[in-house]
């Protein structure tokens, strides 16, 4: 079965400062899409980056990349110069191809940002 | 404005009592999600709709019931909830094998069993 593992239930950064926030995941499909979204307080789900197996450059988009190593199983978001708005869940998924690509999430990591 | 909407935002319920939420998509997607983020954890899916006409358990489906009842709508049904069901729920669509970008949420709902 396909599983998503983030392992810190929080962290904490300052301001200006770079985080990576780790995701491993575990699948037996050569085809796979890997996603990261940040839930603020307000709740709603805000998609950030997307990483394809096949994709053979790590995603980026502005201030976030995907630092994806394919052999380690590993997907970690790195978020560039940290701002007091990024405080919030985030969120590893993987598409689950058993069922019917929908996203498998892992527990979150609650990302607070200091000034 | 195109997204999926979710109606009721809130909601409470008494042990026992049945409601349904609704989901409605005009993205034209053929898939269709439900799933449960209880306090402080990240998103169990509960039931999808791979396309219109079908639907299949998640992780979840104990306690629910759902409904494709067209391509835009996936009703998500609590028989007899009970506190352990509340939580907020999401619904979701898309279409298949899609990349970056290609899953929109709802806002979500909250719902609180007493």
């Known amino acids: 079965a396909q599983k998503i593992t983030q392992t810190q239930p929080g962290m904490f950064v300052q301001e200006k400062e770079a985080v990576t926030l780790d995701c491993t995941y575990d699948?037996?499909?050569?085809?796979?899409?890997l996603f990261w979204y940040k839930q603020p307080s307000s709740g709603e789900m805000i998609f950030l980056i997307y990483?394809?197996?096949?994709?053979?450059q790590n995603a980026t988009e502005g201030r976030y990349s995907l630092n994806f190593q394919k052999a380690r199983k590993s997907a970690n978001l790195v978020i560039s110069a940290s701002q007091l708005g990024d405080s919030a869940m985030y969120f590893c998924a993987m598409r689950d191809n058993q069922a019917g690509t929908a996203l498998i999430f892992g527990k979150g990591t609650t990302l607070s940002v200091s000034s | 404005n195109a997204g999926v909407t979710q109606t009721p935002k809130f909601q409470v319920l008494k042990t026992g009592q049945s409601m349904t939420l609704q989901c409605a998509q005009d993205?034209?997607?053929?898939?269709m999600y439900w799933y449960q983020q209880d306090p402080g954890m990240g998103l169990r899916l509960i039931y999808y709709s791979a396309s219109e006409g079908t639907t299949d358990k998640g992780e979840v489906p104990n306690g629910y019931n759902v409904s494709r009842l067209n391509k835009r709508e996936f009703s998500l049904r609590l028989e007899s909830a009970a506190p352990s069901q509340t939580s907020v729920y999401f619904c979701?669509?898309?279409?298949?094998?899609?990349?970056?970008?290609?899953?929109?949420f709802g806002s979500g709902t909250r719902l609180t069993v007493v």
């Open positions: 993205m034209n997607h053929n898939s």
């Open positions: 979701a669509s898309s279409e298949p094998w899609t990349g970056a970008g290609g899953y929109t």
């Open positions: 990483q394809g197996s096949y994709d053979q």
């Open positions: 699948t037996s499909d050569p085809s796979y899409g």
